[in-house]
Nanobody, 126 residues
Framework: QVQLAESGGGLVQPGASLRLSCARS????????MAWFRQTPGKEREFVAA???????SYRDSMRGRFSLSTDNAKKTLFLQMNTLQPEDTAVYYC????????????????????WGQGTQVTVSS
C-alpha cells in the first residue's frame, strides 16, 4: 500500500555533509508521519528525527542543530540534512512512515511505524 524510496547515502570524509531523501508513494493520506532512524551492527535502532504532515518537526536532542529536516510537499518527500558528519554517524539510515500524526511520545518508538524503507548506508571515514 505504501512504498518508501530512500537515497543520498554514501562515503564521505569527516566534516562533510550529506542530504538523505525519502519519498512516500502508494496510498494517499492527508495526515501522516515520516521519520528517520539509524542502526549500526550490534546496536539498537536509534531515532534521529521525524516530521508530521502537514507540519511539525521533532529531533533527538543530541542531533538537534547538526541535523535538520525539510520537505517537498508536492513530492511527499522528507529530507534529512546532515552537517559536520563524524565517524560515529556511520550507520544504515532507515526511513519509516505511519498513518496519522503520531503523538510526540510515540515518535521515537520504532514499533509505531508500519512501513519501512530498505535503508541507505552512510559511512564517515578518513
Amino acid at each position: 500500500q505504501v512504498q518508501l524510496a530512500e537515497s543520498g547515502g554514501g562515503l564521505v570524509q569527516p566534516g562533510a555533509s550529506l542530504r538523505l531523501s525519502c519519498a512516500r508513494s502508494g496510498r494517499s493520506l492527508n495526515t501522516y508521519t515520516m521519520a528517520w532512524f539509524r542502526q549500526t551492527p550490534g546496536k539498537e535502532r536509534e531515532f534521529v528525527a521525524a516530521f508530521r504532515w502537514p507540519g511539525g518537526s521533532s529531533y533527538r536532542d543530541s542531533m538537534r542543530g547538526r541535523f535538520s529536516l525539510s520537505t517537498d510537499n508536492a513530492k511527499k518527500t522528507l529530507f534529512l540534512q546532515m552537517n559536520t558528519l563524524q565517524p560515529e554517524d556511520t550507520a544504515v539510515y532507515y526511513c519509516a512512515t505511519a498513518s496519522g500524526r503520531l503523538i510526540t511520545s510515540r515518535l521515537s518508538d520504532s514499533n509505531a511505524y508500519e512501513y519501512w524503507g530498505q535503508g541507505t548506508q552512510v559511512t564517515v571515514s578518513s
